[in-house]
Nanobody, 125 residues
Framework: VQLQASGGGLVQAGGFLRLSCAAS????????IGWFRQAPGKEREFVATIGWNAGITYYADSVKGRFTISRDDTKNTVHLQMNSLKPEDTAVYYC???????????????????WGQGTLVTVSS
């Protein structure tokens, strides 16, 4: 499985970006996809995940109500729509995949088996 994250960039506070995660392989439709982020000097943290089972979603409290995760199984792609961005959202964003967990059980780094390379999001104040 290979994952390619894209869509990062520089945006002002209050603005929006849409990240995409394109996956290769035949297991996409039976996989949960998660987004994590890592700010400079900090550990990688969970952002959001969407499951294979009816697209069940789960979000970190810090992004709930601002970010929306969605999937298009016909294109093997997951999107992360990020609205009302804040400077504290600045980080490298990574997507990852797992066939073992979904929902809240897919909110830890250890739940995931394959990772993409990351895309940088910078929010200026």
């Amino acid at each position: 499985v290979q994952l390619q994250a894209s869509g990062g960039g520089l945006v002002q506070a209050g603005g929006f970006l849409r990240l995409s995660c394109a996956a290769s392989g035949r297991t996409f439709s039976s996989s949960s996809i998660g987004w994590f982020r890592q700010a400079p000097g900090k550990e990688r943290e969970f952002v959001a995940t969407i499951g294979w089972n009816a697209g069940i979603t789960y979000y970190a409290d810090s992004v709930k109500g601002r970010f929306t995760i969605s999937r298009d199984d016909t294109k093997n792609t997951v999107h992360l729509q990020m609205n009302s961005l804040k400077p504290e959202d600045t980080a490298v964003y990574y997507c990852a995949t797992t066939q073992r967990y979904s929902g809240s059980r897919a909110s830890s780094r250890a739940s995931y088996d394959y990772w993409g390379q990351g895309t940088l999001v910078t929010v200026s104040s």
